[in-house]
């Protein structure tokens, strides 16, 4: 549905929304501790709590957040903010375990001005790409409810009783890619904002993910394919050195791959698709991990076939990965950004997955591996 085609049938909205029983809502805030929410980025004094409202502090500011315990995928999120004079927050939708959380996942912007035309940093837009159908916040010192309904490809918001998102996702290019499931988050830009009656209902859940490494459990989904790496399966990490590769034993021709990496500084490694299961010596398509600026083939590349547009990631940080893999098609993304997209993939057969060390004493590390079939 085109976003701005749901108004021919706006009235019927609010009817919508004060229909949705009250009932299986679960509280998300205690009114008198942070039970449940952990501050991340940020000192233990960036979120506290004050007269049965969580308060941001005034010396906290960006990158810190306070992130949920759970992930939830889809939901009918509700709560109150407060805005008293010049205010600049969000909340974080299925923010990811590591990463940037509004271009991993997205930000409901929040801010105190009432603009006239609504713009992509306006309060209630999808910051800082879709502009809110209206700009409905009370700003002087007073409480505003809020009311997120995410069911994807479907995004509606409501403020104040009144809608200001009607979207859907997957029409927004920018947005098609994100994560469908992840953290509910509150920003921190150094402003003084109250929340509170924070409350969530889930909905049935659609995403499809297989996974390829949760734990040791999973290392027998792969092996060696070639040469003498050192993959060691520690917890919930594949930690690798040395040089050569391990494959999943299963076959994928198209798909979406998911995961978190980790690096050494100048480390060289990669994830391999659509392979033979031989390493480099096989059938192969490799996207390069080298955290080098100016590489040849730089962190994100289609090796040899494409160079990457170098993403913002830092040596031994944590960043997101995300491979999606359809016919003569593949898209980069690294840490929320898209780095690299080539359509002239000539080897169309199903493949291994296959991770790659590369240089003796310079380790990589991969997390939450995992995989949709298209």
């Known amino acids: 549905m085109n976003r701005r085609s749901f108004l021919t049938s706006a009235a019927a909205v609010p009817a919508l929304a004060a229909a949705q029983s009250s009932e299986n809502f679960i509280s998300l805030f205690d009114g008198k501790s942070l039970a449940g929410w952990s501050i991340r980025e940020g000192p233990d004094s960036a979120f506290y709590v004050r007269d049965g409202a969580i308060v941001v502090h005034e010396s906290s500011g960006f990158p810190t957040w306070l992130r949920s315990a759970a992930q939830f995928e889809n939901f009918d999120f509700r709560g109150e903010f407060f805005v008293q004079g010049w205010t600049d927050s969000g909340i974080y939708l299925h923010a990811p375990e590591h990463g940037r959380n ?16 609504p713009a992509t940093n306006s309060m209630g837009s999808i910051f800082p ?6 700009v409905n916040v009370k700003g002087k010192g007073e409480w505003n409810d809020f009311r997120i309904w995410m069911d994807w490809p479907s995004l509606r918001i409501w403020t104040n009783g009144e809608l200001v998102q009607d979207l859907d996702v997957e029409s927004v290019p920018e947005l098609k890619y994100r994560l469908r499931r992840g953290y ?5 830009l150094g402003y003084p904002v109250r929340f ?3 409350r969530i209902r889930e909905l049935a859940a659609k995403d499809q993910w297989q996974s ?12 060696v394919s070639e040469g003498k790496p050192k993959f060691e399966p520690i917890g919930a990490v594949i930690w690798g050195d040395g040089q050569g590769h391990i494959a999943t034993k299963e076959k ?17 490694s990669g994830v391999l698709f659509r392979t033979s299961g031989q390493g480099l010596s096989g059938r192969h398509y490799e996207i390069q991990l080298h955290d080098v600026e100016e590489a040849h083939f730089p962190t994100g590349s289609l090796y040899y076939f494409m160079r990457s547009v170098y993403p913002n990631i830092q040596a031994e940080h944590w960043f997101p ?3 999606i893999v359809k016919d003569n098609h593949c898209i980069v993304r690294i840490n929320g950004d898209t780095v690299c997209e080539y359509d002239r993939l000539e080897n169309l057969e199903e493949g291994s997955i296959e991770l790659q060390a590369h240089r003796q004493g310079y380790w990589t590390e991969f997390h939450e ?3 949709k079939r298209l």
């Open 369 to 371: 591996i995992r995989i």
């Open 102 to 117: 509004t271009w991993e996942g997205m930000q409901l912007k929040i801010f105190h001005q009432r603009d006239e035309t």
């Open 321 to 323: 990965f995300h491979l």
């Open 184 to 188: 509910l988050g509150l920003a921190s």
């Open 212 to 223: 390829l490494y949760q734990g040791p459990e999973d290392f027998d989904k792969w092996f």
């Open 252 to 268: 994928f021709r198209n798909f979406e791959l998911r995961m978190y990496v980790r690096n050494m500084k100048s480390h060289n």
């Open 129 to 134: 790409l879709v502009a809110p159908l209206k």
């Open 196 to 198: 509170r009656a924070l």
